[in-house]
Structure formats: C-alpha cells, structure tokens
C-alpha cells in the first residue's frame, strides 16, 4: 500500500490536484521562536553547567536532604502563630496601601482618561519600575532607611504591588465602555463625577478581582521578607536554617504552605462571591459587597494597631526612603567591572533555563488539571492538588533548599526556579486549556477519535497562543525572581546586589537596579512582539 502523502489529492468533482495548503505566517512564526528558543535555552543550561547528569544528581540530593527534615516538628507554637497572623496582616495592608497609589497613577496612565500623552508615559514608567524592581530589593532598601520591622516590609510590598495592580487598574479603564461617560457627560457635570459616575462603576468589578489576586500573590512574598528583616514569619524560618535544624524548618514550611493554600481557596471563594454568583440577585448582592467592604475597612485599622504601625509613620518616613534613594544616584555601573556583566548574563541564563524547566513539567501536568481533559476525576483532583501546594512554596524557599542540597551557585537557582514554575504555568496552562470551546474536541470523538486524538488535534491547537502567551509571561516573572536568588547564594546578579547593600554601596545597587529595569523593560517588549506574530 502506497503512503498517504504519495497519493494526489483530488478535489470532489474536477479531479484536479487540490492545491497544497498554504504555510501560514503563525505557523512559520512558531517553528522559529520554538526552534530559537530551545536553541538558547541550550546554551543558557551549559554556561550555568547544567545538565542531565546534574538533574538526577540534585535531585537526589534534595530528596536526601527533605529526609533529614522529617518528622517536622513546630517549636514554640505561640511565637509561630503570631509571626503568621504578623504575616498575613502584612500581605493585606501592603496590597491596600498598593490600591491607594494605584488608583490616581491608573486614572494618569489610561490614555482615556490622562490629561496628556506625557503624564500617561510618566505614569506608565512609574507603573514598570515599580513591577520591574523585585519587592525583596525594596524590602533591603527600606530596612536600610527605616531599621528592622514590619514597615519596610509593608512598604515594600505596597511599592511592587503598584506595577501589577497600576496596569492592571489601567487596561480596566481603557476597556470600559465609553458610552456611559459620554451620557454623564452630556449633562454638564465636571471631569471628577464624569470618571466617578461614568468610569469607576465599570472597571470596579476588575479592580476587585485584581486585589483579591495580588493578596495572594503578597501573602506568599511576605514569607521572606524576613530573610532580609523586614518582619513575618519568614524571620523564624531563616533563624531554622542557619542554625541547620532541618525539622524545625520543615516544620515552618508546612505553617506557610497551609496559610497560603488556604488563602489561595478563601481567595477563590471571593472572587466567586463578590463577582459571579451563582443566583445573582440585587439587593442581597449590594448587601454582600458593602459588608466585606465594612469588614475590609475594619481589618485595615486593625492591621495597623497590630503591627503597631502609626499611619503618620507613612508619610514620615519619606525623608528617609527620599534620603536612601538619592544615595542611589548616580548609578555605578564601572567599579564591579566584567563582574557585573557576567553575573547579570547569569541571570537571564537562570531566568532561561528555569522556564524551560518549568515548561516541560508544567505542560503535561496542566493538561491533567484541567477538567475538560483529565481522563478521570481523580486525575484532574491530583493534578490539581500538585499545582496548590507547588503555588503556596515560595521560591526563595525553593532556592533554601536547593542550595542547602546541591551546593551554592545558579545550578541550584535554575532547578528552585524550575519547580517553583509548575505552581505558576500549572495554573496558567489548566485555566486555558478549560477556556478553549468545546466544539472542535466533540467533532473529534464523533468521528472515533481518542483521548490522544482529541488532545493533539483539536485542544492544543486552540490553546497554542495562550499558552506561548503564559510562557512568556513565566520568563519575566523568572528573570526578575532570579534577580533575589542571591540573597541565599544561589547565583545571578542577587549576589552582588545585597552584597552592594551590606557594603553601604548604594550607587552600585542604582546600577544594578537600573540594569534589572532595563532588562525586564525589554523582556516585556520582545514578549509583546513575539505574541503579535503569534496573533
């Protein structure tokens, strides 16, 4: 029997060769950043000295080491306790003081609503330093100009959180339907009630959401503030490690990741409230939103009496971070030399690397979790189950462990990195996957098709963009996480950057952050120009 592509095609009636199916640009497009990228990623893995033989040895190397951890014990429960609920208020209080400064630079950075293309750029510049700099840099910086405690560590979280919920806040209102402006409008009221009656009723919905979310993301980064001694429970967990008592730290460890686990579903449990009830009805859902804004506002004031913060302390202690940030001017870039150049190669080989890691776990382990592709509910519960614990780990946690197993340097940074992408891209990858119409998949069964059949050619194929999309996005977030590694000598330019800071070197930690900018400023656009070539 001949090969199926042997064999002319036919049309139906004529008899003519049907002409061959045009390569589409997309395609094309594909193929070369697919192969581009598998070809760095190559090079990144052998410039850090990764490879197969150092997987398999780390890995057991890391499973020797979380034997030593067990049993896990708690130590002074009272203590622990305290330093969690310090944490959570934490993570809280910053993403409210986040939504505060957000809201004016969204309104300033919409180009529907800022007075001028200039301040929207200024503002948009301000939104990117604040997400391009990681929040652990300004958690250093602040303990610097502030001391020891849990403001710097509010603070800082506020200040990165403003880059997620300032674009965020920003896209909402460029989204929203001009309609209802032009009809306040049309009545004669002034600029203010025209963006409070015909905008904010809009995007309030989308703003909620993005709040909900960035707590989350903030309770996990709160973790490890104390690293760095900016309050939490992070503090008692880098006291465990560097006393080497490995049950008391796995101890801690469980602590974080039941928090964050929980936070995470009460997080979800939110959104669904306050945003899609499941029997909507007006007045009690008018109800609903004013209580948990009342019960919102009441945890505010009590966060602040319980971390005994003065609200006065926020605005006083702008001299200071004024005075530590002009220190940082003008920045040095010179006096590390070549040092400088290969650690911050390093990083992007980290970033690089991580994501591919992350990619190759993520993918199949995303399939499993999503719902419409599971092969049975116990799978999809599973797979799940995997993606909430590997999310509620912080990655410096990840980088801990590594280092403790494998020995300092990027090696142990890449696989921290690597593993802490499947809580991440696993989320991603099973919430596109459930997003995709089920229509293609159910012409594939129809016709005999099989799970294998179903996946390959009618899934994948719809969720290919969001998902080159998703792992894009992973890459930023892991250039700019590699940034911290340092911190716990898991190589990259980290290293050299809390070394600056420890040395009072404030005009070389200017050009390392500058740099950091830099860079993630362009990871960001070359992102953006590989997802139109994908659109």
Excluded at 97 to 115: C, G, H, I, K
Excluded at 200 to 214: E, G, K
Excluded at 284 to 291: E, G, I, T
Excluded at 422 to 431: E, H, R, T
Aim: with cysteine.
């Amino acid at each position: 029997m001949s090969a199926p592509s042997q064999a002319p095609a036919t049309s139906g009636t004529a008899g003519r060769p049907a002409p061959a199916r045009p390569r589409t640009p997309h395609g094309r497009a594909l193929r070369w950043i697919a192969g581009g990228s598998v070809l760095l990623t190559l090079v990144a893995a052998s410039s850090i000295g990764l490879d197969l033989p150092t997987l398999v040895a780390g890995s057991e190397d890391v499973t020797a080491l979380v034997e030593r951890m067990l049993p896990p014990r708690l130590d002074d429960p009272a203590r622990l306790a305290a330093l969690t609920l310090d944490t959570i208020l934490m993570a809280f209080l910053g993403t409210v003081l986040a939504t505060v400064l957000s809201v004016p630079l969204a309104f300033l950075a919409a180009r529907t609503t800022t007075p001028h293309p200039a301040v929207a750029l200024a503002a948009r510049g301000i939104i990117t330093f604040c997400r391009a700099v990681p929040d652990l840099v300004f958690a250093v910086l602040f303990v610097r100009a502030l001391g020891l405690g849990v403001l710097p560590g509010v603070l800082a979280l506020a200040l990165h959180s403003v880059g997620m919920l300032g674009k965020l806040f920003a896209d909402a209102i460029e989204d929203a339907d001009p309609g209802p402006r032009e009809a306040v409008r049309s009545v004669g009221v002034g600029p203010l009630r025209e963006l409070l009656n015909g905008v904010v009723p809009q995007v309030v919905p989308a703003w909620i959401s993005a709040f909900v979310y960035r707590i989350d993301i903030n309770l996990r980064t709160s973790v490890v503030l104390g690293f760095v001694g900016a309050g939490g429970i992070g503090f008692a967990l880098q006291d465990a490690l560097r006393g080497l008592v490995y049950p008391k730290a796995l101890g801690i460890v469980a602590v974080i990741l039941v928090v964050v686990a929980a936070m995470e579903l009460a997080s979800m449990a939110l959104r669904r409230t306050l945003l899609t009830p499941r029997r909507p009805r007006f007045e009690r859902d008018r109800a609903v939103r004013f209580l948990t804004g009342g019960a919102a506002l009441v945890l505010t004031v009590w966060s602040f009496v319980r971390l005994d913060i003065n609200p006065l302390a926020l605005l006083l202690s702008l001299p200071e971070l004024v005075q530590v940030a002009g220190r940082t001017f003008p920045p040095d870039l010179v006096s590390l030399g070549p040092v400088l150049w290969q650690a911050l190669v390093q990083t992007l080989a980290i970033g690089l690397v991580a994501t591919a890691i992350g990619v190759v776990l993520s993918l199949p382990l995303g399939l499993l979790a999503a719902r419409n592709v599971a092969p049975h509910p116990v799978v999809h519960a599973a797979a799940r189950g995997v993606v909430l614990v590997v999310r509620a780990i912080p990655e410096l946690i990840l980088a801990v462990v590594f280092v403790a197993a494998v020995g300092l340097g990027p090696v142990a940074g890449a696989m921290a990195l690597g593993i802490g992408s499947i809580g991440f891209l696993g989320k991603l990858v099973a919430d596109a996957v459930e997003e995709v119409p089920a229509g293609p998949a159910e012409a594939v069964r129809s016709v005999g098709g099989g799970w294998w059949k179903v996946l390959f050619a009618a899934v994948l194929p719809q969720s290919m963009p969001s998902l080159v999309g998703s792992g894009l996005y992973l890459l930023d977030v892991n250039i700019r996480t590699s940034t911290i590694l340092g911190i716990v000598g898991a190589g990259g330019v980290g290293f050299l950057l809390f070394e600056a800071v420890r040395t009072l070197r404030f005009e070389v930690v200017g050009g390392i952050v500058l740099l950091v900018f830099v860079v993630v400023l362009l990871i960001e656009r070359l992102s953006g120009w590989i997802r139109a070539q994908l659109t």
